[in-house]
């Protein structure tokens, strides 16, 4: 099996939206993604939603595409449901993150529940904090570096 990879790094200017993918290096700072509305000193800077996640939704009326969900960064190769809260992620050579939560409650202003009438981000998105600043860009190597805080 191959190496979980990034497949696109999103951002919103406003929060409750969908985000765009942003190309080449993106910076991410001990706050999450600059130019990000998610960004902030709080558990919740970076988000995480699989690719294969997002395939599970196609098919009602809509091509979906990463950030759709509003997760900055779209995962493949990456089962993020058994990451217990305390994992540490790394994230291309530099960037390392802890997992602070799984799933959320969705929003009733939620953009893609009111167009296809279900959002699998409360359900099989994840959270993280960012330990380590840097940059990161599609197709960089994730890597778990341990579960659940044990090494």
Known sequence: MSQPIVVAVNISEQKGTRKHPVEGPVTITVLGIQADAHAGDWHRQLSLLAQESIDKMQGHGLVLQPGDFAENITTQGLDLLTLPIGTHLQIGTVVTME??????????????????????????????????SGTIQVGDIITVINKGGTP
């Not at 602070?100 to 904090?129: S, Y």
């Open 99 to 132: 997992v602070t939560q799984i799933g959320k409650e969705c929003h009733l202003g939620c953009e893609i529940r009111k167009l296809v009438g279900d959002c699998v981000m409360p359900r099989e998105g994840i959270f993280a904090r960012v330990i380590t």
